[in-house]
């Protein structure tokens, strides 16, 4: 797993892109929402450039993170952003702070244990999953194994009629 690097060379934790999304969703509004509308569009590129530059995230990660977008999409973001930081001194006073919130927050996180299951890396936070945050993901997925059979099987019968004509 990529660790970052602070400048005096000691390995930090990787800042959670929730968490990323978090700090720059207080400060400029909502990132992770559907369209290009402005100001969404903008908060959302900050916050990839952030993810990118701040937590080192790959380019595919959070793209997935911001509602499966592509990573050149991700590559478009943090191009604009730098180039907005080059001659927008708003915008690098923005992201300064925004940078500074997120190292603060990734101090102040709990400590994590990371196991390895089969490859993959996985993060136990010390906080404990509750019965109800289960239950919200069990719903969630509940809902969305119904949609997929309720095409699958409207799949089907549409090629089962068009067989019998």
């Known amino acids: 797993m990529f660790v970052p690097k602070i400048d005096d060379g000691v390995p930090m934790r990787q800042t959670a892109l929730a968490e990323i999304d978090r700090v720059v969703s207080e400060r400029l509004g909502c990132a992770r929402v559907a369209g290009n ?13 952030l993810a990118k530059r ?36 708003d915008v690098d006073g923005l992201l ?19 196991h390895v299951v089969r490859g993959i890396a996985i993060t136990e936070s010390a906080l404990p999953i509750t019965e109800e945050f289960l239950m919200i993901v069990a719903d969630r997925l509940a809902s969305h194994l119904k949609v997929r059979i309720d095409e699958i099987l409207d799949t089907r019968l549409l090629d089962a009629g068009s067989r019998r004509t």
């Open 37 to 49: 509308a402005q100001p969404a569009a903008f908060n959302r590129q900050v916050a990839m450039y």
């Open 54 to 89: 701040v937590g080192g995230w790959s380019l595919t990660k959070i793209g997935k993170f911001y509602n499966g977008r592509h990573h050149t999409t991700v590559c478009h973001a943090i191009r604009r952003i730098e180039a907005l930081r080059a001659v927008n001194p």
């Open 96 to 114: 300064a702070v925004l940078i500074d919130q997120i190292k603060a927050v990734g101090v102040n996180m709990p400590s994590r244990r990371e």
